[in-house]
């Protein structure tokens, strides 16, 4: 299967800071990245879905303004955390699409973020 | 929209026996069915799909079968080893949104496989 990397693998912060994390496919094109977020012992919650070059399109009920997404090339998406609080942390997860490809989604291997 | 329901939540094998985790969905439209397997600390790895033109497909020890009439899918793992143990997650996209639409997950089964 096609490879996702993710940085930093952890991160832990002050609240109030601000958290950037990258997404990159290393072996292929993706058009389209999903960011997830998941809790302890929980399934996986979809957060957004960018497109490159274009805005992300968010889910219900997550804000656009805390968590930034920008997919500025086909090799990477960044998710940052504007002003963090302790009740941000969690396992962020990205996933990309290859172009041209019927449904497969890759994940990386997710980012531990931690805010004190 | 979609919703995905998985069955059991947490499953207990010794190893060589079989396990079988089942799902079903609600959207009639939902034309793709990956399952994913996650181990602890780490992202979920795609381990096999099904789509909706095809009844049953296999790879070595795994298999996923898919009846679109009853809209319900399902995972089996045979002859089970201890590195089987992870979280295995269900997932099928809907019929709308183009390839890349989103997935609707399950919540997840923990398998656990005693030597």
């Known amino acids: 299967g096609a490879v996702v990397s993710q940085h930093p693998s952890r991160v832990i912060c002050k609240s109030g800071t601000s958290v950037k994390i990258e997404c990159r496919s290393l072996d292929f094109q993706a058009t389209t990245m999903f960011w997830y977020r998941q809790f302890p012992k929980k399934s996986l919650m979809l957060m957004a879905t960018?497109?490159?070059?274009?805005?992300?399109?968010?889910e219900q009920g997550v804000e656009k303004d805390k968590f930034l997404i920008n997919h500025a090339s086909l090799t990477l998406s960044t998710l940052t955390v504007t002003s963090a609080h302790p009740e941000d942390s969690s396992f962020y997860i990205c996933s990309g699409g290859a172009a041209g490809s019927y449904n497969e989604q890759f994940f990386g291997p997710g980012t531990r973020l931690t805010v004190l | 929209g979609e919703n995905v329901e998985q069955h059991p939540s947490t499953l207990s094998v010794q190893e060589g026996d079989s396990a079988v985790i089942k799902c079903t969905y609600s959207d009639s439209a939902s034309n793709y069915f990956p399952w994913y397997k996650q181990e602890l600390g780490k992202g979920p790895q795609l381990i096999i799909d099904?789509?909706?033109?095809?009844g049953e497909k296999k790879d070595q020890r795994i298999a996923v079968t898919l009846n679109k009439t009853a809209k319900h899918f399902s995972l089996h793992i045979t002859e089970t080893q201890p590195e089987d143990s992870a979280v295995y997650f269900c997932?099928?996209?809907?019929?709308?949104?183009?390839?890349?639409?989103?997935?609707?997950f399950g919540k997840g089964t923990k398998l656990s496989v005693k030597p």
């Open positions: 997932a099928a996209r809907g019929g709308h949104g183009g390839s890349q639409g989103n997935l609707i």
């Open positions: 960018s497109n490159e070059g274009s805005k992300a399109t968010y």
């Open positions: 099904i789509r909706s033109n095809v």
